[in-house]
Every structure is written in structure tokens, then in C-alpha cells.
């Protein structure tokens, strides 16, 4: 079992940043690619973007390519989403997310999520 708790969230002005963490505890973190999703009012959760396990290979959504970058310290039992140049449309709950599983496998286990609103 694997508990992930994020932080960071708040209230940011549009074109701002925020860094958001996810904590891991539980099992060995090295061992679990790492997700974030996030889900608006009145949306479906959405993916944000994956780093894998090493940390060495990262994806992301057309949506938030080249603002946010996804990074980790496995001696931390960290992951991070850093955004930058936050845009209105960014408010949403975000979500981590951790699996053992290659590309493609479900996502083992969630956070609880945290808060980001954009202001225009």
C-alpha cells in the first residue's frame, strides 16, 4: 500500500506559478512511476503529465506542454509539478497518482488531491 498526500495548492494570479509535491510513504517510491491529473468543475479528471521511475522520461498533456515540467527526488520520497505561466483555465483539483505498472497500466493508487485557482 502506498499513501500519496499533495500540497501546494492555492490561489495564484493569471501568468503566476505554483509548485505542487506529492508525498509518498508506504512502500518503496523508486519503484512506482508517478502521475498527476487534475479535474475541473463540472469535468472529468484529466491527464497532466507522468514521470517514470528513474526520472529520466517525463510526458505531458498538449495542454500544459512546455508551462509545466514534472520532476522527482526518489531519496525524498517526492514528486513535483511545477507550473508556470498558470492560466484561468488551470483551476482545478490536482491529483497524484502512483503505479508499478508500464505505460499504459491503471494507476495502483491516488492522493487526495489539492486546490489550484487561476484569477484572471
Known amino acids: 500500500q502506498v499513501q500519496l498526500v499533495e500540497s501546494g495548492g492555492g490561489l495564484v494570479q493569471a501568468g503566476g506559478s505554483l509548485r505542487l509535491a506529492c508525498a509518498a510513504s508506504?512502500?518503496?517510491?523508486?519503484?512506482?512511476?508517478m502521475g498527476w491529473f487534475r479535474q475541473a468543475p463540472g469535468k472529468e479528471r484529466e491527464f497532466v503529465g507522468r514521470?517514470?521511475?528513474?526520472?529520466?522520461?517525463?510526458s505531458y498533456a498538449n495542454s500544459v506542454k512546455g508551462r509545466f515540467t514534472i520532476s522527482r527526488e526518489n531519496a525524498k520520497n517526492t514528486a513535483y509539478l511545477q507550473m508556470n505561466n498558470l492560466k484561468p483555465e488551470d483551476t482545478a483539483v490536482y491529483y497524484c497518482?502512483?503505479?508499478?505498472?508500464?505505460?499504459?497500466?491503471?494507476?495502483?493508487?491516488w492522493g487526495q488531491g489539492t486546490q489550484v485557482t487561476v484569477s484572471s
Open positions: 497518482a502512483a503505479r508499478t505498472g508500464d505505460y499504459g497500466s491503471p494507476w495502483d493508487y
Open positions: 508506504g512502500r518503496t517510491f523508486s519503484n512506482y512511476s
Open positions: 514521470i517514470n521511475r528513474s526520472g529520466g522520461s517525463t
